[in-house]
């Protein structure tokens, strides 16, 4: 992993400008300004939001505040999927900043998860990181790494910590010589217009044959809609 650290740290610290609004009908005692961020790709909207709550809170009572959900041109916003992926979903083709919605009322429950605190946001990533540790490793990782180290993994994402992050994660993306790789590439196709939120299944990284598979590969067998039909053709 250490020849592609430069790649690494250009994924974490991708942002994306974004201006939040109030929403119109939300009851406030003067006007509220817009608050601009740039926001973190990997991180979570109700993680990195917390000046964004404070600042519309400033203009609204205590009794007209309950919990904050944001959405952008009336989507919902998941707060469980991650930052980028939410802009490349629903917003990728608008210019920036990015205009998010907040509102402080009339919690969409059908659509949304309910994320009380920051205690609920480090479960779901938790989670999701032993899922995918068990398709590579077995969990055997995971297992073996103390409470203070998952810890450690949370917080240098909670705390946009690149190092500290790393120093941790880099032990869950190793593959030891005698495995010869990983069992199964944890991997999500996420779709914007579908029933199927998302496509999730079993790939191994390596032919039979020997041969690596590509990316290209993945996704002609797992969403073949999304390739090209001259490119189906090619080796």
């Known amino acids: ?4 650290k430069d790649v690494l740290r250009d994924v974490w610290f991708g942002r994306i400008p974004t201006c939040f609004t109030l929403y119109q009908d939300e009851l406030t005692e003067r006007e509220a300004e817009p608050y601009y961020l740039l926001l973190p790709r990997i991180s979570y909207l109700t993680l990195v939001t917390d000046k964004v709550k404070k600042h519309f809170q400033k203009v609204m009572r205590t009794e007209d505040i309950s919990e904050i959900w944001f959405e952008f041109e009336g989507i919902p916003l998941k707060w469980h999927y ?3 992926l939410l802009f490349d979903l629903h917003a990728s ?3 920036l900043p990015w205009s998010i919605t907040v509102h402080f009322k009339n919690f969409p429950a059908k659509d949304l998860l309910h994320c009380q605190s920051k205690d609920v946001i ?3 990533f938790m989670s999701s ?3 995918a540790d068990a398709l590579k490793h077995k969990s055997q990782v995971i297992n073996e790494m103390q ?3 998952h810890k450690q ?3 240098g994402l909670q705390n946009d910590k690149f190092e500290q992050f790393w120093a941790i994660n880099r032990k869950l993306m190793e593959v030891p010589p005698e495995d010869g790789g990983f069992r199964y590439i944890p991997f999500r196709i996420y779709q914007a217009i579908n029933e199927r939120p998302f496509i999730q299944k079993l790939f191994r990284p390596v032919a039979n044959d020997g041969r690596p598979y590509t990316l290209g590969d993945l996704i002609r067998e797992v969403c073949p809609a999304a390739v090209p039909a001259e490119d189906c053709t090619k080796d």
């Open 1 to 4: 992993m250490t020849d592609d």
């Open 82 to 84: 991650p930052i980028g």
């Open 93 to 95: 083709n608008t210019s």
């Open 122 to 124: 480090e479960a779901h």
């Open 129 to 131: 990181v032993k899922e």
């Open 147 to 149: 409470k203070k180290d």
């Open 153 to 155: 993994l949370w917080m």
